[in-house]
């Protein structure tokens, strides 16, 4: 007979290029779910660095060749750890969902010989996790959107919507490295955008002015005072005021976009890390007011990722939404903020394997509803 769910394990690396986040989550077939257990592995220190130089467009061919490798076999590593803490055996598990570690996101079209076309990379070569785990493996997401005309993110507004449902109108907010939104309402369809940096400045700062990887808890920050003039120089951006959908990444907001930003720093480095805190803060804010509010009130704002950690970031949300809007995390509703991606590859991976569309139109900006997903059978 049949069984009526599958154990998935999805995986997940973000922009922040931290380590792997995975999930154990059985799916039943109406989607409802349940989080087995969890895992997360981090990037050894050299591998990291040479991560960041490619997402930074600084490597070769062969620098990407080879760490397509090198990070397939460690997502098949933390794939094997996760398991091994469980209480099923390998065989037992249906598929791996990775959505890999992106280096390379260029969601507006280029033109090459009249040729034009948006493009992403996500490396973290699925024939290797699946040959190394012995477990059909699913991946490279992103690419299917694109091929359809979207700009291949935000994807996971598709499990948000799973998740979370309609209820009550309500923001789901990831701040990892980009800060992005999912908004969901009955007064308007579930439409979803990237607001701008999350963490990701923050932690370039944290690292070039303390030479510590993050502000731990929004210590250093809470140190500090915004710097006004800086704030309103960085809000200039023009990505802050395009019209969704929209997507950004280490294409823009990158080492060389900080280094460029540093120049009219303050002198204070306590202040600097105020100021872009601050700065992911008000960008969400001025989102919700440009592109959310008029189409729908807000009841919720529910924090997931990194930032969902940051006390001082919380704070300067607080002070910039009214007290009408309840600000919450994943973890008010039983999800590690830590783990939600993951556990949204392994939906968006059953819908692969099911042969289910798994992109949401309106999010991504692609011309039709898809099926994404690359499919390594073992």
């Known amino acids: 007979m049949e069984k009526d769910y599958k154990l998935a394990v999805g995986m997940m690396s973000g922009t922040s290029i931290d380590g792997i986040d995975a999930c154990l989550v059985k799916i039943n077939n109406d989607f409802d779910f349940e989080v087995v257990c969890s895992h997360s592995v981090s990037y050894p220190e050299e591998i990291r660095e040479k991560l960041l130089q ?54 507006d079209e280029i033109a090459t010989s009249n040729i034009k076309t948006g493009s992403t990379l996500q490396i973290g070569n699925i024939s290797v996790i699946s040959a190394l785990t012995g477990i059909t493996t699913v991946g490279d997401f992103r690419s299917k959107d694109i091929a359809a005309g979207g700009q291949g993110a935000p ?13 009550i109108p309500r923001a789901i907010q990831n701040i990892g490295g980009i800060s992005n939104v999912t908004v969901l309402s009955d007064k308007c369809e579930t439409f979803a955008f990237d607001t701008g940096p999350g963490n990701m400045l923050i932690d370039y700062f944290m690292q070039k002015l303390f030479h510590k990887p993050y502000d731990q808890d929004g210590k250093i920050s809470s140190q500090g005072s915004i710097d006004e ?11 802050y005021t395009k019209i969704p959908p929209k997507t950004t990444g280490r294409e823009l907001f990158n080492e060389k976009y900080a280094r460029r930003i540093f120049q009219t720093a303050p002198e204070n480095p306590y202040d600097t890390i105020a100021t872009v805190t601050s700065l992911t803060a008000k960008t969400i804010y001025d ?9 729908t009130d807000i009841k919720e704002i529910v924090l997931g990722g990194g930032g969902a950690y940051n006390k001082t970031l919380i704070k300067y949300l607080e002070q910039y939404f009214p007290p009408s809007v309840k600000i919450k995390t994943h973890e008010n509703f039983g999800i590690d903020n830590k783990y939600k991606e993951a556990i949204a590859f392994a939906l968006l991976g059953f819908c692969t394997i099911e042969k289910k569309t798994n992109n949401l139109p309106v999010c991504t900006g692609a011309k039709k509803r898809v099926i994404m997903g690359v499919v390594s059978y073992n």
């Open 229 to 239: 003039k800086w704030l309103e120089i960085l809000l200039q951006e023009p990505y």
């Open 287 to 295: 989102a919700y007011n440009n592109f959310v509010f008029p189409k």
């Open 54 to 107: 490619l997402a930074n467009n600084n490597g070769s061919v062969r620098d990407v060749c080879n760490m397509d490798f090198v990070v397939g076999k460690l997502f098949a590593k933390c794939a094997d750890e996760l398991i091994d803490k469980s209480e099923y055996d390998r065989a037992q598990i249906d598929f791996i969902s990775s959505h890999g570690q992106t280096i390379c996101h260029i969601p």
């Open 155 to 167: 994807l996971v507004p598709f499990a948000d919507e799973l998740i979370f449902k309609k209820e």
